[in-house]
């Protein structure tokens, strides 16, 4: 389970599985041309690091290796440390943090709150 925290911490391993889950079965070819600023060999050091946490399988079709996303280590992890203490709270935290993104200006205009003071 380290290695998959260890893979999930670096943000371009992120966008590597991000891409793997967008269109799944990609070369080193087609990953290389998303990062255009890292080189060939970049990109097959965090594609091996996917590998090795088991978040990445590669399969050899004629003359190329597709690599394809494997989910079921993140959704370990997230059975292990989510599901098992506050799934139900986070899941509403998450909807309540995704409606707040989505309002509109209009529907972010709240009414000016009233003030009240008691005298004696």
Not at 69 to 89: C, T
Not at 94 to 109: A, G, K, W
């Amino acid at each position: 389970m380290d290695d998959v925290f260890k893979a999930l911490a670096d943000p371009t391993r992120r966008a590597i599985l991000d891409a793997l889950f967008q269109r799944d079965g990609q070369s080193v070819q087609s990953l290389c041309a998303l990062f255009p600023r890292m080189t060939r060999f970049g990109v097959m050091k965090h594609l091996a690091l996917l590998e090795e946490a088991n978040l990445v399988t590669s399969r050899k079709q004629g003359r190329s290796k597709l690599h394809h996303l494997n989910p079921v280590p993140i959704q370990q992890v997230a059975d292990r440390w989510i599901g098992k203490y506050a799934q139900p709270f986070t899941r509403a935290l998450v909807d309540l943090q995704t409606d707040l993104e989505t309002l509109t200006p209009e529907e972010t205009s709240w009414p000016a709150p009233v003030t009240c003071i008691a005298s004696t």
